[in-house]
Structure formats: structure tokens, C-alpha cells
């Protein structure tokens, strides 16, 4: 069974401090590894896709890097608006149909001034 | 210009009643999806949808209904509400992708609360 694990929960930055999000996942052969951000009361917000291992992807102040068994979410100098729940995903190769994407729990950023 | 929209945004009702959330994205996408958000915010499949054909169905009690009018829609009926069903309920959609992933995009959520 495809599982994703994030880490660290929680996590509390100063604006301007740099840190990792971790998403560790095993799953039967991978399609695509994809991080959303979540605001509250608001739905998944996509912001990156990864196919294969050493692949990277920038949008501002977000890089995402991918390894065979895990995925980083860095954050440089980060702002308050960039408070958000970051949620990590797996999409298996499957046959037959079905593209179902398995979660994590997400990591619940705040960054404050 | 909403690319997946819900409605209602909010939903409040007994237990034992039957109701409805509706789903219209219009990316021109021909996979639909329902997922369910917990209160300690895990997403969860429900069920998927291509070209109005049922192609996931999660485990899901036979409570719960999807309805595919056409494939820029997508319905869950929910019977005998149970406290259990109150989440949030998420639809999403993507456009196939034999040889690759499938980006799914999602709606702003239905919260429903079941009293």
C-alpha cells in the first residue's frame, strides 16, 4: 500500500529563515510526486510536480527536490504570506485505469515577522 | 473564472437526512474526483470519474452516491447521514495523461456538519 509521510507537523519560522519541509513516501513505482499548499478554509492549491529522482522545480521562494524515497520542500527566506499547510502526494504507476493520489498529513507552516 | 466550483460552501444537517453536493469544473478536464478531509486535515479519495465512467470507488459505505451527468460535473448524494460524515468534502479534476501524471486541481470545499 502507498504510504506518505511529512514531516516535521508543525513548524515556526522567523521571516527570513530558511528551512525543509520532509515527504518520505514508498509506493509501487512512481508517476509523480506532487506538492500542493493549503490555506485555510480554502482547497489544495498546486504548486509542483516531480517525476523522477534528482529532478528539482523552483517557484519563488519554494524548491522542490525529489530522491527515491523522499521529496524536500525548501523554503528560502520565507515571507508571512507563505503560512500554509504544504501537503505532499504520491501518484502510483497503475494499470487499468485509476489515478488516485495518496497524502500526507501536511505540514502546518507559520512564519512570522 | 472558478476552474473547479461546490456547492454549498457550507452544510449543516440532522442525522438520518439525505443530501447533496454538486461539482462544475470547467477545464474541460474528463476526470472528475471526490475526496474527504478530516478534522485532522487528511485527504482521502473517494471516488473518481472519467468521461462519466466510475473508475475509483474507495472503500466508500454505499451511503454515498457519485452521479456524472457529464464530465464537467460531478454530484455526491449522501443518504442517512451519520455525525461520522461531518468533514470537508473536496472535488477535483484532471485531464488524462496516458504517459504521465495527471495535475488535479481542486475546488474550494464543502464543510459539512452533521448535528
Known amino acids: 500500500e502507498d504510504q506518505v509521510t511529512q514531516s516535521p507537523e508543525a513548524l515556526r519560522l522567523q521571516e527570513g529563515e530558511s528551512s525543509s519541509l520532509n515527504c518520505s513516501y514508498t509506493?509501487?513505482?512512481?508517476?509523480?510526486l506532487f506538492w500542493y499548499r493549503q490555506d485555510p478554509g480554502k482547497g489544495p492549491e498546486f504548486l509542483f510536480t516531480?517525476?523522477?529522482a534528482g529532478e528539482e522545480k523552483e517557484k519563488e521562494r519554494l524548491k522542490a527536490t525529489l530522491t527515491k524515497k523522499e521529496s524536500f520542500l525548501h523554503i528560502t527566506a520565507p515571507k508571512p504570506e507563505d503560512s500554509a499547510t504544504y501537503l505532499c502526494?504520491?501518484?502510483?504507476?497503475?494499470?487499468?485505469?485509476?489515478?488516485?493520489?495518496?497524502f500526507g498529513t501536511g505540514t502546518q507552516l507559520k512564519v512570522e515577522l | 473564472d472558478t476552474a473547479v466550483s461546490q456547492t454549498p460552501k457550507y452544510l449543516v444537517t440532522q442525522m438520518g437526512n439525505d443530501k447533496s453536493i454538486k461539482c462544475e469544473q470547467n477545464?474541460?478536464?474528463?476526470?472528475m474526483y471526490w475526496y474527504k478531509q478530516d478534522s485532522k486535515k487528511f485527504l482521502k479519495i473517494m471516488f473518481s470519474?472519467?468521461?462519466?465512467?466510475?473508475?475509483i470507488n474507495e472503500t466508500v459505505p454505499n451511503r454515498f452516491s457519485p452521479k456524472s451527468p457529464d464530465k464537467a460535473h460531478l454530484n455526491l448524494h449522501i443518504n442517512s447521514l451519520e455525525l461520522g460524515d461531518s468533514a470537508v468534502y473536496f472535488c477535483?479534476?484532471?485531464?488524462?495523461?496516458?504517459?504521465?501524471?495527471?495535475?488535479?486541481?481542486f475546488g474550494p470545499g464543502t464543510r459539512l456538519l452533521v448535528l
Open positions: 477545464l474541460g478536464h474528463d476526470t
Open positions: 516531480l517525476y523522477s
Open positions: 509506493v509501487s513505482g512512481l508517476r509523480g
Open positions: 477535483a479534476s484532471s485531464q488524462s495523461n496516458p504517459s504521465g501524471s495527471q495535475t488535479q486541481y
Open positions: 502526494a504520491v501518484q502510483p504507476l497503475l494499470t487499468g485505469g485509476g489515478n488516485k493520489l495518496t
Open positions: 470519474y472519467n468521461n462519466k465512467e466510475l473508475i
